[in-house]
Each structure stands twice: as C-alpha cells, then as structure tokens.
C-alpha cells in the first residue's frame, strides 16, 4: 500500500491517504510486523464480522494507515452511530474510504472530519438531495466544471456531518457550503497548502472551515469547526 500522511497547514490536523494495491493477505502481514499479537488478534477478530472482499481491504488498510502513523496497538472502537475513535482516546479522528484509497484524520484536541470521493459522475444522480439553490447558484458562477464543483460539495457535507455529529442531518437544508468562485493550483495530494472555503451547520448555528484538494484520482475535504480568535 502506497501511503503519505502530512500535517495539514493552518491547523492541528495529520491526514493520511493511502492507495491500495495489496490484498488481504499482504495487508495482515503488514500488521502483523508492527502490532502486539494481542492487538492483532483483535484485527483478526474485527474482520471476522466483515464478509465483502472489498469492505474488508479497506478495513484492514485503515488501520495499517493506523499502525503507521500512530502506532501498532492503537484500536478503533465504533458509537451507537457508527462514528469512530480511538480506544485510548489519544485523538479524534475521522475515516473515509472510496475505489482504491483510504483516507485517516487525526487531531489531538478538536474533532475532525474528511472525506474522500473518486473523481466520477456518481454523486451526479443525487445532486438533488444534497446541492441547495444557493450552492446551485454558485457553482454556475464559478470556475468549477461537473462533476467536480458537485463532488467538492459532497466531500465536504461528508466530511461535516463527521463533525456536527446530528443524528439524520438534512444535507440539503441544515448544511451550506460557501462555493469557491476560483479553480486550486494543480496540487500533489497532501500538498500545501489545500485550498480553503467554509461552511455554515443551521442545526447547530455553528461554522466550519472546509480544507480541500482536487487531485487527478479523487477530490478529498477536511472539516473542523470554527475556532475564534
């Protein structure tokens, strides 16, 4: 698995993507070099429950982005919601995954989110749902061509309901996202610095900074809440 992780200028954030080319046996044995054999026995146990080739990869190539970044025996434990943590609670973080890549968040005081999306036409068939009149007005009057203006809007209402942790938030109503009118220089994936843009919750009253980047794979977004200053 190839992997980069990075600390994501202007705030207290690591993110981690990694691209996926090994399979399920190359990934245990990746885990089983850096982990307990009691914290492997746990990964062994967890995967018992997953049954789809896929979903599993992706499952064991979080925690090797994991193991990697944070430490062998770091576990992940799941809510009543199916938002996860840390075990030892060392840090917040946030997990995304999409065809061939897996995303991991960590901060050690503020909750995160991140999303990441392959650059495809999918969201298009529910742009509806999620992209609001006002979101729909500025995405005509930007520099953004489709999918990628919708894609950006998925990632980041992803990446905030990760964050605003309201059980059934209405995407199309509680979230808005402030369009960027300019396209982002071309970017590495995890360069600095990501491009910037905020985002408003309307069921917490709250605001949120939205750090993005749009690479040639995939577009990913990163939230946390507004801090005052």
């Not at 990869?57 to 992940?76: F, H, P, S, T």
């Not at 968040?105 to 392959?118: L, T, Y």
């Not at 209405?170 to 360069?191: G, N």
């Amino acid at each position: 698995m190839l992997w980069s992780d990075r600390l994501i200028k202007g705030t207290d954030t690591y993110v981690a993507v990694g691209q996926l080319f090994d399979d399920e046996n190359e990934l245990l044995s990746l885990l089983a070099e850096v982990q307990t054999p009691e914290a492997f026995a746990v990964v062994q146990e967890g995967l018992l429950e997953l049954h789809n080739p896929s979903r599993r990869q992706e499952w064991l190539a979080v925690r090797v982005l994991l193991a990697r970044c944070l430490g062998g025996d770091k576990r992940i434990c799941y809510d009543a919601d199916g938002r996860p943590s840390l075990a030892d609670r060392s840090y917040h973080i946030s997990i995304s995954h999409t065809k061939g890549y897996v995303a991991l968040a960590w901060n050690p005081v503020e909750p995160v989110g991140i999303d990441i999306e392959r650059r495809t036409d999918r969201v298009m068939r529910v742009v509806r749902k999620y992209v609001n009149a006002a979101e729909r007005a500025a995405l005509q009057t930007s520099a953004y061509r489709s999918p990628d203006g919708e894609l950006l809007l998925w990632t980041a209402k992803e990446a905030l309901y990760k964050v605003v942790g309201i059980r059934a938030l209405d995407f199309l109503h509680a979230l808005t996202v402030a369009v960027p009118q300019q396209l982002p220089p071309p970017t590495r994936a995890l360069s600095h610095p990501w491009a910037t843009t905020t985002a408003v919750c309307t069921a917490n009253g709250k605001e949120y900074d939205l750090r993005f980047d749009i690479t040639s794979d995939y577009v990913i977004t990163l939230s946390e809440e507004k801090q005052p200053y």
